[in-house]
């Protein structure tokens, strides 16, 4: 069993910052991507960034520039630095990635449970 939890969320005013962390554990052969999604009340969940095993980085266009992701192989983690936050950044923060589990081996897509960011004035 693959499991991925994150840390970090909180309570912040806009302009502030807040960092993300996720780290997985478990029967683990290999991690590829690995990403994070958010999901604001009322509205669907949608991609933030994502991050490759090669550590190529992509991101939505309503955050590029104030956030950045990046991960540590070796710690199987990944972390999302959000920068210059906005209200409408408000969202439960959920944490991706595209496993290998095993042996035996068997392809996994893994969420983490979830963390709330609050930006507020």
């Known amino acids: 069993q693959v499991q991925l939890v994150e840390s970090g969320g909180g309570l912040v005013q806009p302009g502030g910052s807040l960092r993300l962390s996720c780290a997985a554990s478990g029967s683990i052969f290999s991690i590829n991507d690995m990403g994070w999604y958010r999901q604001a009340p009322g509205k669907p969940r949608e991609l933030v960034a994502v991050i490759t095993g090669g550590g190529s980085a992509n991101y939505a266009d309503s955050v590029k520039g104030r956030f950045t992701i990046s991960r540590d192989n070796a710690k199987k983690a990944v972390y999302l630095q959000m920068n210059s936050l906005k209200p409408e950044d408000t969202a439960v923060y959920y944490c991706?990635?595209?496993?290998?589990?095993?042996?035996?081996?068997?392809?996994?897509?893994?969420w983490g449970q979830g963390t709330l960011v609050s930006v507020f004035s």
């Open positions: 991706n990635a595209a496993v290998v589990g095993g042996p035996p081996f068997r392809y996994l897509e893994v």
